[in-house]
């Protein structure tokens, strides 16, 4: 007989039904707490990147920068001129740089580049519906993600007005993926690994009401060079990724038509139907886990019931 202990897929399913229950016992997300964080002047005072799309040249070295740190596919030798590779941000790419026609002729044409990536919203969607905590907003502004929390449940992909947590689903232990900010080096007092590498000047990184004076004067500067507007300002609440353009939003791929305030609808939504989830996948699992169970005790082998599921 084999000693080495192993997990069969009858013990995963009674674990499984065990967690969906406990997840009926957890506390609703405690938004008159966020609300008296986000009215302090630590909120005030966390750090935030500033991007200004009109000294990006597209060089792309905050991407490569960005796989490095997340230990990411690097990018191919050689890609086009003025293309966005990958054509958007994924599993395996926390960042990219797109790429936009915005003006000129259809014979030279010109092009703004942008850079995305999450966004650290001030009030995050994501982390206000993650049951378990697995997504949480720092003191220090980089919302962050802890695979080990993480149930799989992917609400805060579901939840994300900007579209951006993304799941492993070519993975045997699939996880939430996303940009963190590098809140690790952050927390050390170094530059996120994307605002060291750029070599323009197209990011900034400091205490977000900094960067909103600093984009503030720009646009008080050069009236005739920007949007008179911060996307991110105050979308959904405010990011702590801000966007300065010569061009319109929406023509960079963003979206201009979220609301001003936070999205707490959407999170109330999703929150509410977590329970009724939990109480159905444990009334399944349980379910399951009992008639395998009584099919071990009338002495049928555990392998022939695991032969019988493929």
């Known amino acids: 007989m084999n000693n080495q202990t192993t997990i069969t897929r009858r013990d ?20 008159q707490a966020l609300a008296g964080f986000l009215g302090s002047e630590q909120a005030a005072n ?13 060089c792309r070295q905050c991407q490569a920068a960005c796989n490095l740190r997340n230990n990411l596919p ?42 995305r990536q999450c966004m650290h919203c001030l ?9 378990v905590g697995a997504i949480v907003k720092t003191p220090l502004g980089p919302v962050t993600y802890d695979a080990e929390k993480c149930l799989g449940c992917r609400y805060c992909m579901a939840a994300c007005p900007f579209n951006i947590p993304k799941f492993e689903w070519d993975s045997a232990n699939p996880r939430i993926r996303k940009c963190d900010m590098c809140a690790d080096r952050i927390a050390a007092g170094e530059l996120p690994a994307c605002v060291q590498a750029c070599p323009t000047g197209a990011l900034e990184f400091g205490p977000r009401k900094e960067l909103i004076a600093q984009a503030q004067a720009r646009i008080g500067k050069n009236p005739d060079k920007y949007v008179p507007y911060i996307y991110g300002l105050s979308a959904v609440g405010g990011t702590s990724v801000m966007y300065l353009a010569a061009v319109p939003f929406d023509q960079l791929g963003l979206n201009v038509n979220l609301p001003d305030s936070a999205v707490p609808e959407l999170t109330l939504q999703v929150m509410d139907k977590i329970p009724a989830i939990a109480i159905t996948v444990a009334l399944l699992a349980g379910g399951v886990a009992w008639w395998r169970g009584r099919k071990t005790r009338a002495g049928e082998p555990e392998s022939s019931i695991e032969d019988a599921e493929h």
């Open 46 to 58: 966390q750090m935030g990147i500033l991007i200004d799309t009109t000294k990006c040249v597209g």
């Open 123 to 131: 009030e995050p969607a994501c982390a206000a519906v993650c049951p």
């Open 12 to 31: 995963f399913l009674k674990l499984s039904g065990a967690s969906a229950l406990a997840l009926t016992a957890l506390p609703a997300f405690d938004g």
């Open 74 to 115: 690097p990018l191919p030798e050689k890609i086009l001129p003025n293309q966005t590779f990958p054509a958007q941000l994924s599993a395996t790419a926390f960042t990219n740089v797109q790429f936009f026609q915005t003006g000129g002729a259809e014979d030279a044409p010109v092009f703004t580049t942008i850079k």
